[in-house]
């Protein structure tokens, strides 16, 4: 039994041990633990001289003076006079290590005046640090005011090219460089004879856009510059006036007139000037679009037609046509066309040799300066006219009517359908030069008619055209009668 009591001693003596051991380790790692860093902000550095307006750089200086690192990214937040929201945030990648230093670069658009600028680091509270009561720092930066400046910073139009009586919508934005207006600040397009003015409010603070609208109902064909101006009137004393102006292009077209019938399909393009201009065209593929396929191009048909702004058709002017390699008349018609342009708008005609060959009129271009092609349209083919009956005409049950149809050039068939309510009639045009379309016709049935027109060229270009029409008897009744005086006297005019 004595020798029990050791083995009992030393098992004693070894427990103590471990239990010593582990709390040492405990204490050890309760104190490692505690370790936690402390973020705060060292300094702030601006600009010497800040200019309301301008974009300011504010570079903060965070440091980490606790015991602890920090492993995830920094938040840092500006605030301005105040203010609760912030006007500029910077994240610092990487966390900081302890009593490690970086930088935070902020933003501020600087308002005239005094202000108290106040940089915060960890401002979402995302970091557990020794001391929470050291994460701001502020200063006093006092920025002084910036010149009046107003400028026109763009002057939006939908399309590049509007039609004839197009309802145009065009934005004019208006920015203030400088320093706040509080007064009025009229606003001015002008375009083509057309003026119109607009007045903002009375606050425009600075670096702030206005966006004002306007619409324009163009009158005439042409190329046309819309020009904008804030304080047309010169009421503001701005330190720089040349910003006030700014002229957007825009190309009024309108529906030309045909220039001959013996041509079927044309193209309209308009040049920025007077000059030599070369342009590649493939002309299959404007024969396709007019739905025109398997057709011969014939490329002695070309013609260059120039028009003036109110449509008026002048002589053909001078043109060649190279063509491309591998040029083939019905599958690859491309080629390099160069012509003189003389005036803003020109047609470009062309034909397929279905419609009957022409002859070659091509001429040698003199050396002049070289313009090129603000616009090029979409290829268009002749249309049609139904010259009569009018529209909502009323033609006599039993009579004999005669319809007529004109083209912008020759025809080889033009058919009619007339339809009402079960009725319908199908009858075909008869012609003398292929321009001029008759057909008499006489109806039994009375009501509201519809006539489409169907016309064809040789090449197989198509073309529809409608009217109302209504079939029946007058019926007129009077439904007021009137005198110029209450009062009738014998021998006395009164108009009834």
């Not at 102006?245 to 079927?264: G, T």
């Not at 319809?403 to 007339?418: I, P, T, W």
Request: net charge negative; with cysteine.
């Amino acid at each position: 039994m004595r020798g029990f009591y050791p083995i009992k001693h030393r098992l004693f003596t070894i427990l103590t041990l471990v239990m010593l051991t582990v709390a040492v380790f405990n204490v050890h790692s309760a104190y490692a633990s505690s370790q936690k860093p402390d973020l705060t902000v060292t300094g702030i550095n601006i600009p010497s001289n800040v200019t309301e307006g301008n974009s300011v750089e504010v570079q903060a200086n965070i440091k980490n003076v606790g015991s602890g690192d920090v492993s995830r990214n920094i938040e840092v937040a500006l605030y301005v006079d105040g203010n609760t929201n912030p006007v500029s945030i910077y994240s610092i990648p990487n966390g900081l290590h302890a009593d490690r230093e970086k930088i935070a670069y902020l933003q501020w658009i600087a308002e005239a005046g005094g202000h108290v600028l106040r940089v915060t680091v960890d401002y979402l509270n995302n970091i557990i640090e020794e001391n929470e009561t050291n994460n701001d720092f502020s200063r006093l930066v006092e920025a002084s005011s910036a010149p009046f400046d107003l400028a026109v910073s763009n002057v939006d139009v939908p399309s590049t090219w509007v039609k004839v009586n197009d309802t145009v919508l065009i934005n004019v934005t208006v920015k203030n460089m400088g320093h706040r207006v509080s007064k009025k600040v009229d606003v001015k397009i002008t375009v083509d004879g057309y003026s119109d003015l607009y007045y903002l409010d009375e606050n425009l603070p600075t670096n702030v856009e206005r966006t004002v609208s306007f619409t324009w109902k163009p009158q005439h064909p042409g190329l046309y510059h819309v020009n904008a101006a804030v304080d047309s009137l010169g009421k503001i004393n701005e330190s720089n006036e040349k910003n006030n102006f700014l002229k957007e292009q825009v190309l009024v077209i309108d529906d030309f007139p045909w220039w001959n019938n013996s041509w079927h399909y044309r193209l309209l393009v308009a040049t920025q000037n007077n000059g030599m201009v070369s342009h590649s065209f493939n002309f299959t593929q404007l024969l396709h679009t007019l739905g025109l396929f398997d057709v011969e191009f014939d490329n002695n048909s070309i013609r260059v037609v120039p028009y003036s702004e109110t449509g008026e058709i002048f002589d053909v002017t001078s043109y060649m046509f190279n063509e491309s390699g591998g040029y083939n008349s019905i599958g690859n018609a491309t080629g390099e066309l160069t012509w003189l342009a003389n005036s803003v708008f020109s047609m470009i005609y062309f034909d397929v040799k279905e419609n009957g060959e022409k002859n070659n009129t091509e001429k040698h271009i003199e050396e002049t300066s070289n313009t090129y092609l603000s616009y090029i349209g979409e290829p268009e083919g002749w249309n049609t006219l139904i010259v009569k009956p009018k529209n909502n005409a009323l033609i006599l049950p039993n009579t004999t009517t005669m319809f007529e149809v004109k083209s912008d050039a020759k025809l080889s068939e033009v058919k009619g359908l007339a339809s009402s309510g079960n009725t319908t009639l199908l009858f075909n045009f008869n012609t003398i030069d292929g321009v001029t379309w008759y057909s008499n016709q006489s109806f039994t049935e009375e009501g509201e008619y519809t006539l489409i027109t169907t016309a064809y060229d040789e090449a197989g270009y198509i073309y529809r055209d409608s009217c109302m029409f209504k079939v029946g008897k007058l019926d007129l009744s009077i439904k007021e009668l009137s005198f110029s005086s209450t009062k009738v006297f014998k021998n006395t005019p009164v108009d009834i």
